[in-house]
């Protein structure tokens, strides 16, 4: 399908294991070979939070080791300047640092979103106002008011009083007060060494990271240790973030990265058309959202926030030839990166950015019919409409994902059950009805043409509360994709129960269905025409110096 051929790989080791999945022996690439990729301007560093918050409790633990035969060079600073050590391992570990006098932090949250897309729409409609604003991730995304802007008490109180006046009720003031603050340190040679930052590189370019962290007891459940093992190329940096811990950053190439996301993306066995099509838009969208973490000094993060990465952990024969297959290339429209979007499976149809983001559309990203059919018109029956849509999801047979265990589902819950979900997601932003006691009515307000959910809209003592578009699936358990109807259950006496959740789909819709795409490919299509089926109009292109990666 494409020119390029995959370079001949040279294989140092490999490393088979058993699949309980596919019940084969599948062998493992060797994480060197066709890893070794130079740095290009097409093949640059990115930079990925790997661990985002080390030192949240003071247990969290991470070892970094050498591959065999290898050592680690560790660098950082020191009042004389940068110092340097070698070791086959270290293990980095937090200790809470008492202070002399409390420290007192404080910033103005002006919105709290559930995903980047809708709080990037937000903060430009802040900068609009002519308020300075920063996009942080402490759990949720939200929007700040600038710290180097807003840098003192006054000022903070002159911002939120003003907004306040102006009726808005989203923003709020958070504060912290920390008597101890936590600290990392390593011992080596019997000293032990406090940095707030370290470089660690390796000969073999490949670090191994063992990750500690404890899961507090529950009412069920015993206290217990959480072991996560990963190797990652490149190198790693150890530095702190906006939230008073640290993040460990792995610095790795591009086509390294991708190593890492393609088989734990889409599936290392998915037929190999679906994978060249991942490939695609795994790079594409590294490069287009290189500015998610400005505000901590990275780039992109390693869960579904992002891109699910897992380093060279595990690398397969399939993926690495896909990359290699596609090196550089890239989905574009008008000469600008596309918005990469991909989720799971669409329900039978995918949505536009709107059904699911506030911020402007993007025309490459349209309402498609997932099926190679005409199975449904959208253009004369609208899923807006409410009959219309009820009837499409009774629709079985002749779509992309029809043999998915997700493309339809059905989840019950109560009333009770929904109050409790909702109150706790009220209380994460600090909402004025948060304090609501009894759940009497929910309902489905907005659906879109697409027949995505837009309005909620949730009937308390207190009143009415909204929730809308992808907000939805924080708000309420049941839902893995907005794509659904709501049912009521009733009790015996004919009084409101709850509701089932009826619905199809799972994730945000937008884009390529990565389980529509199986079919497509198995039904022959190459990774570019599966491509131009998900984003019309949208070209796969050799990256170049012409191209915009993003644009505000």
Same mark, same amino acid.
């Given at each position: 399908?494409?020119?390029?051929?995959?370079?001949?790989?040279?294989?140092?080791?490999?490393?088979?294991?058993?699949?309980?999945?596919?019940?084969?022996?599948?062998?493992?690439?060797?994480?060197?070979?066709?890893?070794?990729?130079?740095?290009?301007?097409?093949?640059?560093?990115?930079?990925?939070?790997?661990?985002?918050?080390?030192?949240?409790?003071?247990?969290?633990? /991470?070892?970094?080791?050498?591959?065999?035969?290898?050592?680690?060079?560790?660098?950082?600073?020191?009042?004389?300047?940068?110092?340097?050590?070698?070791?086959?391992?270290?293990?980095?570990?937090?200790?809470?640092?008492?202070?002399?006098?409390?420290?007192?932090?404080?910033?103005?949250?002006?919105?709290?979103?559930?995903?980047?897309?809708?709080?990037?729409?937000?903060?430009?409609?802040?900068?609009?106002?002519?308020?300075?604003?920063?996009?942080?991730?402490?759990?949720?995304?939200?929007?700040?008011?600038?710290?180097?802007?807003?840098?003192?008490?006054?000022?903070?109180?002159?911002? /939120?009083?003003?907004?306040?006046?102006?009726?808005?009720?989203?923003?709020? =003031?958070?504060?912290?007060?920390?008597?101890?603050?936590?600290?990392?340190?390593?011992?080596?040679?019997?000293?032990?060494?406090?940095?707030?930052? =370290?470089?660690?590189?390796?000969?073999?370019?490949?670090?191994?990271?063992?990750?500690?962290?404890?899961?507090?007891?529950?009412?069920?459940?015993?206290?217990?240790?959480?072991?996560?093992?990963?190797?990652?190329?490149?190198?790693?940096?150890?530095?702190?973030?906006?939230?008073?811990?640290?993040?460990?950053?792995?610095?790795?190439?591009?086509?390294?990265?991708?190593?890492?996301?393609?088989?734990?993306?889409?599936?290392?066995?998915?037929?190999?058309?679906?994978?060249?099509?991942?490939?695609?838009?795994?790079?594409?969208?590294?490069?287009?959202?290189?500015?998610?973490?400005?505000?901590?000094?990275?780039? /992109?993060?390693?869960?579904?926030?992002?891109?699910?990465?897992?380093?060279?952990?595990?690398?397969?024969?399939?993926?690495?030839?896909?990359?290699?297959?596609?090196?550089?290339?890239?989905?574009?429209?008008?000469?600008?990166?596309? *918005?990469?979007?991909? +989720?799971?499976?669409?329900?039978?149809?995918?949505?536009?950015?709107?059904?699911?983001?506030?911020?402007?559309?993007?025309?490459?990203?349209?309402?498609?019919?997932?099926?190679?059919?005409?199975?449904?018109?959208?253009?004369?029956? +609208?899923? +807006?409409?409410?009959?219309?849509?009820?009837?499409?999801?009774?629709?079985?047979?002749?779509?992309?994902?029809?043999?998915? *265990?997700?493309?339809?589902?059905?989840?019950?819950?109560?009333?009770?059950?929904?109050?409790?979900? =909702?109150?706790?997601?009220?209380?994460?932003?600090?909402?004025?009805?948060?304090?609501?006691?009894?759940?009497?009515?929910?309902?489905?307000?907005?659906?879109?043409?697409?027949?995505?959910?837009?309005?909620?809209?949730?009937?308390?003592?207190?009143?009415?509360?909204?929730?809308?578009?992808?907000?939805?699936?924080?708000?309420?358990?049941?839902?893995?994709?907005?794509?659904?109807?709501?049912?009521?259950?009733?009790?015996?006496?004919?009084?409101?129960?709850?509701?089932?959740?009826?619905?199809?789909?799972?994730?945000?819709?937008?884009?390529?269905?990565?389980?529509?795409?199986?079919? /497509?490919?198995?039904?022959?299509?190459?990774?570019?025409?599966?491509?131009?089926?998900?984003?019309?109009?949208?070209?796969?292109?050799?990256?170049?110096?012409?191209?915009?990666?993003?644009?505000?």
């Amino acid at each position: 399908m494409f020119a390029q051929t995959p370079p001949t790989p040279s294989y140092k080791w490999f490393s088979c294991v058993i699949s309980r999945t596919v019940f084969a022996t599948l062998c493992l690439l060797p994480i060197f070979g066709p890893a070794t990729y130079a740095q290009t301007p097409q093949n640059r560093l990115i930079k990925i939070g790997v661990v985002q918050r080390f030192g949240t409790k003071a247990t969290d633990k /991470l070892t970094l080791k050498a591959l065999p035969g290898d050592s680690l060079t560790l660098s950082y600073k020191t009042p004389q300047g940068t110092e340097t050590k070698t070791a086959a391992s270290i293990k980095l570990e937090i200790a809470n640092k008492p202070l002399e006098s409390p420290l007192v932090e404080e910033r103005v949250v002006l919105s709290s979103h559930r995903s980047f897309e809708s709080a990037e729409d937000s903060a430009n409609q802040w900068r609009a106002q002519g308020i300075d604003v920063e996009i942080a991730q402490p759990l949720r995304w939200q929007v700040w008011a600038k710290r180097d802007t807003y840098n003192s008490p006054i000022v903070r109180r002159w911002l /939120l009083q003003s907004l306040q006046a102006q009726g808005n009720k989203t923003a709020f =003031l958070e504060t912290k007060v920390s008597k101890q603050i936590p600290q990392a340190f390593w011992i080596l040679n019997g000293f032990r060494f406090n940095r707030n930052e =370290l470089d660690v590189t390796a000969g073999r370019k490949a670090i191994e990271v063992l990750e500690e962290t404890t899961q507090l007891a529950t009412a069920t459940e015993p206290e217990k240790v959480l072991k996560q093992t990963r190797i990652y190329g490149g190198t790693l940096h150890l530095q702190k973030n906006s939230y008073g811990t640290y993040t460990l950053v792995n610095d790795v190439l591009t086509e390294t990265y991708l190593r890492g996301v393609v088989p734990h993306e889409i599936g290392a066995f998915s037929p190999y058309a679906s994978i060249i099509a991942q490939t695609i838009l795994a790079r594409t969208y590294a490069l287009r959202n290189l500015r998610r973490f400005a505000v901590d000094n990275y780039e /992109l993060c390693a869960d579904v926030n992002c891109q699910v990465y897992k380093g060279l952990t595990e690398v397969y024969p399939q993926s690495d030839k896909a990359i290699a297959q596609t090196s550089g290339l890239v989905l574009t429209y008008e000469n600008q990166l596309v *918005d990469a979007l991909y +989720s799971a499976s669409s329900g039978g149809v995918t949505a536009t950015f709107g059904d699911v983001w506030h911020g402007p559309e993007r025309p490459y990203l349209r309402s498609i019919v997932d099926s190679p059919n005409n199975v449904w018109n959208l253009s004369q029956q +609208s899923l +807006s409409d409410e009959n219309n849509f009820r009837r499409f999801m009774t629709l079985k047979k002749g779509f992309n994902e029809e043999k998915e *265990d997700t493309f339809r589902w059905r989840e019950q819950v109560s009333l009770t059950s929904i109050g409790g979900f =909702l109150k706790q997601y009220l209380q994460n932003k600090k909402h004025p009805l948060a304090n609501f006691q009894t759940v009497t009515q929910v309902d489905v307000v907005k659906r879109s043409a697409a027949g995505r959910v837009l309005q909620m809209r949730v009937q308390t003592e207190l009143g009415p509360i909204n929730i809308e578009k992808d907000e939805i699936r924080n708000a309420f358990l049941p839902p893995i994709s907005t794509l659904f109807y709501l049912e009521p259950i009733y009790n015996p006496d004919k009084t409101l129960n709850g509701y089932a959740f009826v619905g199809g789909g799972f994730g945000h819709g937008v884009g390529m269905s990565q389980t529509g795409s199986y079919n /497509l490919a198995n039904l022959g299509w190459n990774g570019s025409r599966i491509l131009g089926f998900y984003f019309p109009g949208a070209q796969v292109v050799p990256l170049n110096d012409s191209i915009t990666f993003w644009r505000e």
